[in-house]
């Protein structure tokens, strides 16, 4: 981080503080940037630097930013600690995740806690450190998938950084090795796999963040169905929706608690 007397600038983002809103929600495509921008007012786009995008914008009179971070869990992580250091203690992340029965292709998937199966938390925190989801936090997501009717399940994530080798076979070879891997997420009763999911839960717990993940399921972990586009289409609109109407209510709830 860049500091002078009036305000700080991430090192990677390049955002200042003084364009930062009171909460953060962290995906993956920067190409949502645009488009979530849509269901913002007065949306504020942060010039962009290294590829990560960043906008800030008003929901039902909280500003919220939303900010890209590419796909996997160092920068994920790394986009959250930044916007941390600059005074955000709310997150969400949003996206994409391989779905699990009983969650089916087209669900939203909410994460209750995750399995730490890949490096990048470890660097906060002992394997043997739980990744759980905040509970108000989640509170709030749970109301607002309700408020929207849609389709939905809640349980534990499995985080992995391999998506080739543990998620999504693309030869005989890597399906041998990734059955093995889908047997145990059965046995455990996973409900997604991602990238992200577990590592944010536990970085954010351990920097003293509320943090939390929901994700649209797009691709059928046993049969590796992917969604259709134009499904994909509307249920991400659906996703910004709830995500946002959530964040904001639940920045409300904290308010309402301060004495």
Known sequence: MTQTATTRTAWYIGCRQDEVGEAAILVGDRARIDRIAEHLEDPHFVEENRGLRTVTGTRAGKRITVSAFGMGAPIATIVLHELFDLGIRTFLRIGTAMVFPPAVLGDFVLADGGVRSEGTSR????????AVADFDLGLALRASLKLHDVPWRSGIFGTYDGFYTEMFALSDGEKQMID???????????????????TLLTAGRILGAR????????????SQEKIDPAAMAAKERQMFEIALDAVA????SQQDLVP
């Not at 660097?123 to 739980?130: G, I, N, Q």
């Open 123 to 130: 660097t906060y925190a002992p394997l043997a450190y739980p």
């Open 180 to 198: 093995g891997l889908r047997s145990d997420i059965r046995k455990m009763g996973l409900i997604g796999t991602d990238m992200e999911t577990a």
């Open 249 to 252: 209510a639940s920045l409300s």
């Open 211 to 222: 943090t939390a993940s929901l994700c649209l399921g797009t691709v059928d972990g046993l």
